[in-house]
């Protein structure tokens, strides 16, 4: 390992929080695994540095593990990846849809990303789900929702017969040896990073659905570690703990239109990857300010989390940086 890599990440991490654009940061990467902690996990009530034991609301990279949920239960043969959605989840007003579960993962199912649904009040939270509308025939066009995964994670746990915190915790967490994730939030804790996105207390939802229904849903808002989800990107490189039709579902590029290309799950996109890895990298990001990729070709993977203070699409610039420079001259 060169030392020189973690010691230009860490310059680049610190650019970041000078700049405003972050206000603290924890990385490691699969060849590394040394994590990293620089700058401040909350100023309220006091000032406190990040650590690697800082835990993070991922707000939409939790929706990997909705992804992974309904990926091992397709290898478990209890979910067929190209029905139709509404064959598990018949409260959909349209009996006839056809758009397929496979569509829902990749972000081309149609729907928009419009949450008509966002309710404190869980029966119109499903009702107004459950008659949403997609703007477009399936497969024309992909549209990044939440709806999709909402969708996915209630299929999820109607065939499991449990919430998506215990499946989570019985298919992934616990096998890998993850124990400081869950979807639930956590509340006010010494390793809760507080973020600005939109300025909630550090423990809580920052996602305004996900704070609003108050239960787990397919759209992520998951509370994790850099050590934890280190653990999940290292597995799909090693391909060790779980059938190998999993990895294949979640590593395989199933729709590549117009520069957007989608796994199970996953985003492809070569506008998202960093640079120099290889077009066989999947990853996926979090609103308030996270990035983890796993890239099969060159055996490397990298986790990074920050609490964003800046704009969105420049953060995420910025996470690439560091994964690039923790990458650049690796063997």
Partial sequence: MNADTVRNALAEAQKQIDSGLIQGIVFADTRNKKIEALGRQRIHPAEKPMTPDSRFDMASTGKVFTAGCCALLIAQGKLDPDKPFVHYLPEY?????????????????????????????????WRELFSKRPVRPRLQAFEYSCSNMILLGKIAEKISGMDLETLARKLIWEPLGMKRTQWNAP????????????????????DPVCFNCGFPIGSGSCFSTAADMLLFVEDILERKHFPQSYYDLILTCGYDKNGNRRSFGWDMRESRRPRNLSGKTICHTGWTGQTICADPENHFGAVVLSSRTGGHDEAIQGR?????????EQP
């Fill in 93 to 125: 007003w349209d009996h006839g849809s056809d758009i397929t579960i496979r569509d829902l993962a990749m972000h081309v199912s149609g729907f928009d990303n419009s949450k008509p649904y966002d309710s404190a009040d869980p029966e119109v939270f």
């Fill in 320 to 328: 690439a940086r560091i994964i690039e420079k923790l990458f650049t």
């Fill in 187 to 206: 509340g006010p804790g010494p390793d809760e990073v507080e973020h600005w996105n939109p300025n909630r207390p550090a423990g809580e939802h920052n």
